[in-house]
């Protein structure tokens, strides 16, 4: 059970809906960086890292390149089951380069269920139960239609609505206003500024929605102000999620000493990985930190993935498993939108390996 072969494309698959957020609004498409990786006995895994470029530095075509000309050499021959080796390897290499350690990770959990005949859920300590609940994002746009779509993925299933701020406050809270009249107080709802406001403009918002009964308010200042979202956490009577924050285990240990945060947002490509996560996830257990998994519009690929790492994560919050919702043409296959998605309980991840048939954009 050695790596044999590692092997990268880059796809593209296009967005069914327009969605911005501070960072600007997104292009019409996602690239996604796709990798098989197979034994000296044939056997195969896959991978994804769907790019993010604002949160990573990385594009799919540069974790490819990363991927061939820094991993291959220095992990071909390497067990499938030496994942601390080869992340020791990787850290060696690639520095940051969190999006290519991913794909490369998930890959060898891909393999490592497939060699014993296992989901992967099993081989994490995970265990199935009911279908995972799922929140859907509603992009940063007018208040009248963010309310609109609010309803209408509320009448298709969701208990669990996202919605993106950090723009314009004074805009922000009319969307949020808008958005609980249209779906009543039985659905939970939550915000994500993505960096968009300074501590006090933060501090005043949070006081204004309060009362629209918000689960979690995420990242409301900028990644790197620690100290402003410990200032933001005192003030507030909601609770705070930390993503641009917190990539790695050692930035969620440092805003848990700093006593600034409440959650942990987890993105895959972010962390490096489902080894990494397991690691946050498990520290974040430990000192009370409940943890949402959040998938950056990944193929089925991806998706499922991270379906089999929510069975670990501390909290009882619906994770943000969008892709499905988000993309279409998936060459790895449709799940239908609703407001929860099963565990598959294949060996591996579940996702035939179509490699050969993936078109390079």
Not at 25 to 41: F, G, K, M, N, W
Not at 295 to 305: E, K, V
Request: hydrophobic letters at 40%.
């Amino acid at each position: 059970m050695r790596i044999a072969k590692i092997e990268a494309k880059v796809i593209h698959t296009p967005l069914n809906v327009s969605f911005r957020t501070t960072y600007g609004e997104l292009p019409p498409y996602q690239s996604h960086l796709i990798v098989r990786i197979t034994t000296e006995a044939g056997l195969t895994g896959l991978g994804e890292a769907s790019e993010l470029p604002f949160f990573t530095g990385e594009t799919a075509e540069t974790m490819k390149v990363l991927v061939e000309k820094n991993l291959v050499p220095a992990i071909i021959g390497k067990p499938v089951y030496s994942l601390r080796d080869i992340h020791i390897t990787m850290e060696q290499v690639l520095g940051h380069a969190t999006g290519a350690k991913s794909a490369i990770d998930m890959a060898l959990w891909d393999l490592q269920g497939k060699s014993v005949n296992s989901p992967v859920y099993r081989l994490i300590g995970g265990d199935k139960k009911a279908p995972v609940r799922v929140a859907y994002v509603l992009g940063d746009d007018s208040p009248c239609d963010m309310a609109r779509l609010a309803k209408e993925m509320v009448d298709l299933g969701f208990d669990t609505l996202k919605i993106k701020i950090g723009s314009d406050f004074r805009k922000d809270i009319d969307a949020i206003s808008e958005i609980r009249k249209a779906v009543g107080r039985n659905v939970r709802l939550r915000v994500d500024a993505n960096q968009g406001y300074n501590v006090k403009t933060a501090v005043n918002v949070i006081e204004e929605i309060k009362q629209y009964d918000i689960d979690y308010v995420e990242q409301p200042v900028p990644g790197w102000d620690r100290d402003g979202l410990r200032q933001v956490r005192n003030t507030s009577s909601i609770p705070i999620m930390a993503d641009e924050s917190a990539h790695t285990l050692k930035d969620v240990y440092q805003l848990a000493k700093k006593e600034a945060i409440d959650l942990v947002g987890i993105k895959l490509i972010k962390c490096g990985g489902i080894s990494p996560a397991i690691q946050i996830a498990q520290f974040s257990e430990a000192i009370g930190l409940q943890c949402v998994l959040i998938s950056p519009w990944d193929t089925l690929l991806g998706t499922q993935a991270s379906l089999h790492l929510s069975t670990i994560l501390p909290g009882t919050h619906s994770h943000e498993i969008v892709g499905p919702y988000y993309l279409k043409d998936d060459p790895f296959g449709k799940i239908q939108v609703k407001g929860d998605m099963d565990i598959p309980d294949s060996i591996g991840f579940g996702i035939e390996d179509i490699f050969e048939e993936l078109t390079e954009g």
